[in-house]
């Protein structure tokens, strides 16, 4: 299957533009999570990914996807909804998908293929991604006997489109990288930061 290579090219976008984009922002972060505030603990994580999402260079590499991690109840999953709803506005969106819900459905159909190739999907071609809550799914999954450890499996896919047409892939975990090793071998553990942007979300719990 011929794929092309993907590269996000920096956007030149005015100051009126990026003020827009701000305010459509803030919008819909506040329909998708109501009690969504931007405060000291998460302000810079939160900048730096509206840059990365528009394009414009700054601390993350628009060439890699994101890896989010941290404590639980950080915001990592709220964060990526709000982009996600954001993204379907102007440009590629993006769904996310919960890694419990991949592993499950595996068992069930042992089919992976839309979060791979994705050859049977709408487009017939491998899409942005964003797998929620990485380390918490079941390990192995079973299907009718055959067993697999699917993030394992999806995340060595996901490497060799990043490698060939640098496709996006987000993650958002609570696992440290030696709980990612456990898991998922040295393997995965040693290409996080060459096919990631790295990001640690600190602070309090923001659930209720």
Known sequence: ?????????ACKLSDYEIIQRKKKFLRIARTVIPEFVIDSSNRGVVTNLFNYFNGIEGKYSLDKGLWIYGDIGTGKSSL?????????????GFKLHICNGIANAYSVSGDLDLYTYNQHGYIGK???????ELGREAIPAN???????VMQHILHIRYSLWQSSRLKTFVTTNCDPFQIESLYGDFIRDRIREMFNVILVEGNSRRQ
């Open 1 to 9: 299957m011929g794929r092309e290579r993907i590269i996000q090219s």
């Open 80 to 92: 990526m909804q709000i982009f996600s709803e954001y993204m379907k506005l102007e440009f590629n």
């Open 126 to 132: 491998p899409v942005w991604m964003c797998f929620d």
């Open 143 to 149: 299907h009718f006997g055959t067993k697999l450890n």
